[in-house]
């Protein structure tokens, strides 16, 4: 008996461990195959980091100028990343760090930057029967020099960003976020000091690291207008000429709420004005009145005809810039000027105002143009491609024309350009309670021939007048049109 009960818990024991033994190999097969490229590319993994860095990394151009790019040294890693503009290209570049990984252009495009791609596949082969030591592919971006710049310098001493874009393909010509950060800093082979940058990075209030031109989406404000106006010129019901209430105040129906118009006063005599003027003044009580006669579905239909509910990727992914569901009429009303749950980066903005500008054909953004191989021979260019049909050619050419009147006659004479015509919407948002409002710009230029659409955000503007959107925001849209336009 005690022979058989022994044998018995031989028999489990080895059930056991051989069951053990099975899951011990499931894993394994688990880890090394179908789990393999997600350790491999898992940030921090020291084995691939070292791998990587033992070949030269393909530089990130803007033009011709390598702003990001690979030097050899006399340490562990064969090789260290430089950035030469620093801060200055830091949202589209990224960092590529031995200790924390890459972000930006540097995640995105590792395959290409670390010469690993299946583009590569020929020169790989080349290099090793040649003995030539392996390198990097190189990635072009979209971004123009003269407007980064433009862009960047603007946003000094700001909590904001930038986004510009060519109308007509989606290109990114300006991508610009302020407080920005060196990713030389991070990049440093002193992993000590590195560490101790991106803790002092990570805990600033500001936040340095974050991208804002592709996920900071404050409420868009006045700028959000623009879509309220193009939805109104698609029903068929409105015209630029079409006279509108524009009361000093409009009661936010089932509330007893009155929404003010930021001037305090009616928008035209008689508390009634055109659509064109209302555009033109930011008349809250003629868009919140629009906004009623439209209707939440028809105004979240033409916001996601622009790309609201959609994220992009650019190839970073962009956070969803929001218009609401479920609303009432008091919320639908707030929403036509871009208040209660309306959010937009200036990716989106932009989008709207390249839409526009571009016959009303909203365009898919992308930062990357090129990839080059080794020898810098480009292997793969971009191909703009269309999101969606915003406005018809007609009304896109109506609503450009009420953009101008904006610049020219409204609340956006700063981003007027001698010899220029400037589209342009203000907007000042409100953020919460004992938080400073949110300044806004939104420009399309030339009128007649779109060749850049740029949105302006200040997080940090201080004032609640449509003054701030044309104060702090507008110069540095008219500033990075001037750009665009003197490199044609």
């Not at 300044?439 to 850049?452: E, L, Q, R």
């Not at 997080?459 to 007048?465: I, L």
């Amino acid at each position: 008996v005690r022979q058989a009960v022994m044998n018995h818990s031989i028999r489990r024991v080895g059930m056991i461990l051989g069951l053990l033994v099975l899951l011990l190999m499931v894993n394994v097969n688990i880890q090394q195959v179908f789990m393999a490229g997600e350790t491999r590319d898992r940030p921090g993994n020291q084995r691939t980091v070292l791998e990587e860095y033992d070949r030269e990394r393909g530089p990130i151009l803007v033009g011709s100028d390598p702003v990001a790019r690979s030097i050899p040294t006399d340490d562990q890693y064969k090789y260290l990343r430089r950035y030469s503009a620093g801060p200055l290209y830091a949202p589209a570049t990224g960092f590529y760090s031995a200790l924390y990984g890459a972000t930006g252009i540097e995640r995105t495009e590792n395959d290409v930057l670390a010469g690993t791609s299946d583009l590569f596949l020929v020169d790989r082969l080349q290099q090793l029967l040649s003995g030539r030591e392996s390198k990097g592919g190189a990635v072009g971006l979209t971004l123009n020099a003269a407007a980064q710049k433009a862009a960047f310098e603007g946003l000094s001493g700001k909590v904001g960003s930038v986004t510009a874009i060519d109308p007509s393909t989606g290109a990114i010509l300006a991508m610009a976020s302020s407080p920005s950060y060196d990713p030389n800093l991070l990049s440093t082979h002193d992993l000590a000091a590195s560490q101790k940058a991106y803790e002092k990075l990570e805990s600033d209030p500001n936040k340095p690291l974050l991208n804002r031109p592709l996920v900071s989406n404050p409420p868009p404000g006045s700028t959000f207008k623009l879509v309220t106006t193009a939805a109104a010129l698609e029903s068929g019901r409105f015209t630029p000429t079409t006279i509108v209430p524009g009361p000093a105040s409009y009661k936010l129906p089932g509330t007893s709420v009155e929404l003010k118009n930021w001037q305090g006063t009616a928008c035209g005599p008689g508390g009634k004005t055109t659509l064109t003027n209302a555009l033109a003044v930011s008349c809250n009580s003629a868009f919140a009145w629009l906004g009623n006669q439209l209707g939440q579905d028809a105004l979240r239909a033409q916001a996601e005809k622009f790309g609201f509910n959609m994220s992009f990727t650019v190839p970073m992914r962009s956070a969803t810039s929001r218009y609401p569901t479920g609303l009432d009429d008091a919320q639908t009303a707030m929403s036509a000027i871009g208040q209660f749950d309306v959010t937009a980066t200036t990716l989106q903005m932009a989008m709207v105002g390249a839409a526009i500008g571009n016959n009303g054909i909203t365009m898919n953004p992308y930062l990357v143009k090129e990839i080059r191989g080794a020898d810098l021979q480009i292997l793969q260019t971009a191909s703009p491609s269309q999101f969606a049909t915003a406005l018809s050619p007609a009304n896109a050419k109506a609503e450009m024309g009420m953009m101008v009147d904006v610049v020219e006659n409204g609340t956006g004479s700063n981003a007027r350009i001698p010899g220029v015509e400037v589209g342009g919407k203000t907007g000042t948002a409100e953020t919460g309670p004992g938080r400073p409002a949110v300044a806004w710009f939104v420009a399309v230029a030339p009128g007649d021939s779109a060749k850049v659409a740029v949105a302006v955000c200040i997080e940090n503007a201080g004032g609640r007048s449509e003054i701030s959107g044309n104060g702090l925001a507008a110069p540095i849209a008219k500033n990075v049109i001037e750009a665009v336009l003197a490199s044609q």
